[in-house]
């Protein structure tokens, strides 16, 4: 990680590293934890795969829902590691998302406790790195996690 450029989170979530990988994967569970709440998610397109779309839409009222992300998957390993740019969109097309262009990172390994889930998101450039700290970078990435780890948590102790 650069910290120049590069901004990041790090937590263990007590769930199987498969729960986590599934809750990433699988659209159904992925749209309930990706927006912090009370806002929602709904997933057009989550292709979990090089060169798969990741498109969902976002609501702030549970009835219209408007665009949020519309992103490329660069890598993925399975159980182990997503790598999403939201600088080409699912098309393929370069794009100019708002508020800032990121990669980011998403690394998933055992813990004895669980899963110790990592996420490094990367900017081109100081400076937009500074914009995406400034609109919220910790609190949003730290809640959505939070939520990811409550939802697998949830799912492991039924």
């Not at 990680?1 to 007590?14: S, T």
């Not at 794009?95 to 262009?101: E, K, R, S």
């Given at each position: 990680?650069?910290?120049?450029?590069?901004?990041?989170?790090?937590?263990?979530?007590?769930a199987p590293r498969a729960t986590v990988w599934r809750a990433w994967t699988d659209p159904s569970q992925f749209e309930q934890w990706w927006v912090p709440a009370p806002s929602r998610c709904k997933v057009v397109r989550l292709d979990p795969r090089p060169g798969g779309a990741f498109v969902t839409r976002l609501s702030d009222d549970g009835a219209e829902f408007v665009p949020?992300?519309?992103?490329?998957?660069?890598?993925?390993?399975e159980a182990h590691r997503i790598v999403f740019t939201n600088a080409i969109d699912s098309t393929w097309r370069p794009?100019?998302?708002?508020?800032?262009?990121?990669?980011a990172t998403i690394t998933m390994d055992d813990h004895p406790d669980g899963t110790d889930y990592r996420l490094v998101v990367q900017h081109r450039d100081p400076e937009a790195r500074a914009h995406h700290s400034e609109l919220g970078f910790a609190d949003g990435w730290t809640t959505v996690a939070g939520q990811l780890a409550a939802f697998a948590e949830g799912i492991t102790s039924r």
């Open positions: 990680m650069n910290p120049d450029l590069d901004l990041g989170l790090e937590r263990i979530i007590r949020h992300m519309d992103a490329c998957f660069l890598a993925v390993e794009a100019h998302p708002a508020p800032v262009a990121m990669t």
